[in-house]
């Protein structure tokens, strides 16, 4: 599976982002996809997870409200939606894909395989 992310940038404070993930290759049914960020001098954070064929959507908690999680399987897509952006929110965005990974496992890092190359996303004040 490759991934290819896009859609970041330098955006204001309260802009919204919507970053893409196009997936390519031997994509399956069951695949979990993600997004995960690295602010600078930060760990890497989970934001968000989607089971490809189900409108399911998980959250990390501090992600909840301002981040939206969505894929069209008909493009091999998947989105990440952001409102009202902060300067916290300054990261690299990845974006990752596994094979069937239970609920509780979605938003750990180290159950996913394939990663894109990630986005940028600067959030100035």
């Known amino acids: 599976v490759q991934l290819q992310a896009s859609g970041g940038g330098l955006v204001q404070a309260g802009g919204s982002l919507r970053l893409s993930c196009a997936a390519s290759?031997?994509?399956?049914?069951?695949?979990?996809m993600a997004w995960f960020r690295q602010g600078p001098g930060k760990d890497r954070e989970s934001v968000a997870a989607?089971?490809?064929?189900?409108?399911?959507?998980f959250y990390a908690d501090s992600m909840k409200g301002r981040f939206t999680i969505s894929r069209d399987s008909a493009k091999n897509t998947l989105y990440l939606q952001i409102n009202s952006l902060k300067p916290e929110d300054t990261a690299v965005y990845y974006c990752?894909?596994?094979?069937?990974?239970?609920?509780?496992?979605?938003?750990?890092?180290?159950?996913?395989?394939?990663w894109g190359q990630g986005t940028q996303v600067t959030v100035s004040s």
């Open positions: 990752a894909a596994a094979p069937y990974l239970i609920a509780t496992s979605m938003l750990n890092a180290e159950n996913y395989n394939y």
């Open positions: 989607i089971r490809w064929t189900s409108p399911m959507t």
């Open positions: 290759g031997r994509t399956a049914s069951n695949h979990v």
